[in-house]
């Protein structure tokens, strides 16, 4: 009797630790989103924190699969790339979705839309985007900005620079004559820029959406069902509120 209950004893102790062990590793699994900490109001550093709505949704996926969030921050082209090695789990950065992007990633369902816009020194001649022919264009290397100017104006009239504030300076400096890029960066670079414009007729309207590796299916429909339970609750337009003030 003694030996039985001992034995018994040895399977319950064995499966309370086997049950913490499985609670300690999903409470302590990691979701690594990729992103590019440069591009206000959607991911950006401030007292060497990254914030913004992209790191703020990506959080509260994160808290709705009781997992820890931990973001990489690294070079906008990188982003695609370190989701399909698996370096990250998730790519977010105010990422477009595209037909070509659409080959090497897959995404979730759309969380926000947003357009690309010009911006033009406040003296500029340049009024529409057809005024852009033969001009010098900035735009943020593997963006949108960039894959869009490239097609309708030829590489020649594209100047590509790592970051958004790179290619404004150079508009400031008179490197460039426009800089094509997403509107609520736009705004805030605008702001903080004084003689520089956002031109009326927005360029393309596009929507956006995180990025996981091709057939992870099991975290997609994850993400995906987050993102659900975030827009039914509010929470998700709670998020861009607080980002992005209505006019």
């Known amino acids: 009797m003694k030996k039985k209950m001992k034995a018994v004893a040895v399977v319950v102790l064995a499966l309370c630790m086997a049950f913490s062990f499985g609670a300690c590793k999903k409470s302590g699994e990691k979701l690594i989103m990729a992103t590019n900490a440069t591009f206000p109001p959607y991911e950006y550093t401030e007292k060497n924190k990254i914030i913004g709505i992209d790191a703020e949704i990506a959080e509260a996926i994160a808290d709705q699969l009781g997992m820890e969030l931990e973001i990489d921050d690294m070079e906008f082209d990188s982003i695609l790339a370190a989701v399909q090695s698996g370096k990250a789990d998730m790519g977010m950065a105010a990422l477009t979705v595209t037909e070509d992007r659409k080959v090497s990633v897959d995404f979730s369902t759309v969380y926000a839309t947003g357009k690309q816009v010009i911006i033009v020194k406040e003296a500029s001649t340049i009024a529409t985007p057809d005024d852009l022919t033969g001009k010098k264009i900035g735009v943020q290397l593997s963006t949108t900005g960039d894959i869009y100017c490239t097609g309708d104006y030829g590489e020649d009239s594209v100047q590509r620079f790592n970051k958004g504030t790179d290619a404004v300076q150079a508009l400031l ?26 031109l009326e007729t927005e360029y393309v309207m596009e929507d956006y959406a995180i990025a996981v590796a091709k057939n992870n299916t099991e975290l997609l429909n994850k993400i995906n069902g987050a993102l659900a339970d975030l827009q039914k609750s509010g929470k998700l337009q709670e998020i861009v509120d607080k980002y992005i003030k209505a006019n």
């Open 173 to 198: 400096q008179g490197k460039v004559d426009a800089v094509v890029i997403d509107n609520e960066p736009a705004k805030v670079f605008v702001s903080q820029n004084k003689g520089l414009k956002i």
